[in-house]
């Protein structure tokens, strides 16, 4: 017994030394941040096929990889606009498909991220207010669920609809979780989300159970149908926008220093005046509403949606995206989304032949486990995450300036 | 003067432990006070429940003319009282400017929306803030050491900071635990001389909890023995210094309550 145990130690041991081992020499050589993405673009470039699916993947996650890591300058930020509108003229139908899924998930990261991120709050049942948008979209314009709207207007006043009540929905399952810390509240929200799901399967009277909605007529912008995920996407992309922009900037202030203060230790936060009940229901509300926002986006594209649509996976891929990208930031959350959902997508085309080895459908065949290994890979060689959040570069250089102010 | 602070016959006890029994007290504006008693004697016990994070079993807590022992926890902050903590309880992946700021939180107006616009006044509110709290950090002798994370700041400078973040709520009554606990003659001596600076310069009343005699006799005006949960002596240091039931209660803690060493 005794002895099991000491081997079991004396493993630990060991692994966690050759995990050291590992991450110190990552950092000690920098290059390898850098020689791996550029290997991977130079691949991507010299492919034969331009843009077939994986050289295209390789170079944008190198690119953005790129783009994130050095700071964000407007000419930065053109570059990646650029490239986020010209890629997808490229593209087949397929491939945009992906591209909108990456920017689905990593606005659904936006929203999560601060739940989990900035507020600290384990949330595993993101899934509700994701599927809680697509269905109050979807039930109100879809003539088949006895909704059907005049989806010409409707739709961009339904987005903040949409939100709203997803918001609701989050201070409705914050109100009784709230005195719930770690474990429990994780819990508690898994069943949450099943639940939601749960509901939307059985109720048929009113969302058609597992038959879904269907027939959710299209959007217009202005006099353009918005038909496929290519135009979609450009909506969803919107959306990521506005969300990450709205995320970094609530986490630089007033707000974002109470739900840190909440993460550190909440009755210290308490008895500086920090109203915690108030600030983990704003947390709640504002993740929620931008996964209802996603919800909305996810319908008009799908125009039919079943409540399988809305299982714990779309859960628990938020929260692994948001991980693996880096706790609390944004631009990791890009990246995770980038790597999580794109890759699955892009090892389905992967293959070694080479000389007499003929693997031609080893990514067909074998993705899910290729895909596994590299999550597990990022999380021994960075357990922070790739991105993890900076210290607030802006808060550092105005103090810098004060001091020295104060100093003549 | 009316009593800043008063505590009328509060009682408190945890399941069959009778941690505070029947104590009343008081504390004029600008004084030190000081609360001293063995380990266990409640005197942690009191500061919850001063500060709302514990309710009195019965009794009554005023302050300023009001009654606050049934205010929510983060209402003590806004009534005017804020504390330090014996075991520091820092956000300690915070840097120290980062501490002080969330301490000037009830003081910021940025609610989620005007942060995600950014209007003028938010800048501006923001830029003062920072002002604020580089003052602060420099008035609790934590110069250049504004964008050290807490937890990397040495363990006096994690008191200091306590003591700038609990100043940052622009309190009328502060409330430190053990301040110079753990801290080499040095640092105690500066810390000593801190919280002196606090009421001469910043005209706080201050409530210090300390096991140091050195500390307690130097610096308070009034002093409250409390053992087992009961108020035992009160009233000047060389008063309770001479109080029978003070250095019987001391004697069996093997701690010597005159030769100014603790
Ligand atoms: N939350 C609690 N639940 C149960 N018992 C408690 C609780 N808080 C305090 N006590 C008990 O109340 C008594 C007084 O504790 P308190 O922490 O107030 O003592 P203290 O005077 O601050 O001691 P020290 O000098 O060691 O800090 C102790 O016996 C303690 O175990
Ligand atoms: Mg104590």
Redesign the interface.
Known sequence: MMQRFEATRALTRALDNANARARAAFDAIPLIRWILPLALGVVGALSPQWFDTRPTYALMVLITYLLLRTSTNVFGLAVLAAMLVYLPMEMDRFERGILFDIALYTMLGIGLNIVVGYAGLLDLGYVAFFASGAYIFALVVAPEAGGGWDIGASFWLMIPAAMALAAALGVALGLPVLRLRGDYLAIVTLGFGEIIRLMLNNRDDITNGPRGVYLIPKAHFFDKELTGPYELYFLVLAGVFIAA??AE??R???????W??IR??E??????????TFYKL?AFA?GAAIGGGGGVIYAAKQTAIFPRDFDLDVSINVLALVIIGGMGNVRGVVLGAMLLIGLPEVLRDFSIEFAFIDLANIGADYRLVIFGAALVAIMVLRPEGLLPSR??AA??E???M??SE?AT | MPPLLSVRNVTRRFEGLTALNDVSMEVEPRTIAGVIGPNGAGKTTLFNVL???YRPTSGEVWFEGRRIDRL???????AGI??T?QNI???????A??NV???Q??H?????AT??V?PPS?TRE??SA??T???LL?FAGL??R??E?ARNLAYGEQRRLEIA?AL??RPRLLLLDEPTAGMNPGEAAGMIKLIRALRDDMLMTIVLIEHSMRVVMGVCERITVLDHGEKISEGRPEEVQQDRRVIEAYLGTGQIITDGRA
């Open positions: 922009f709205a900037r609530i630089d202030s007033r707000v974002g220093r109470a840190e203060a550190e230790d009755d210290a936060a308490s008895a500086m005046g920090v109203n915690t704003l504002i210290r607030r808060e550092f105005q103090a810098e004060l001091e104060l | 500060t709302g994070f929510p926890l983060h209402g003590i902050a806004a804020s504390r903590f309880r820092l956000f300690a992946n915070m840097t400017i980062e700021l969330v301490g939180h009830i910021l107006k940025t609610n989620f942060a995600i950014r938010v923001e830029r920072v002002k709290a580089v003052e420099r110069t250049r504004e964008n994370l973040r940052a709520v």
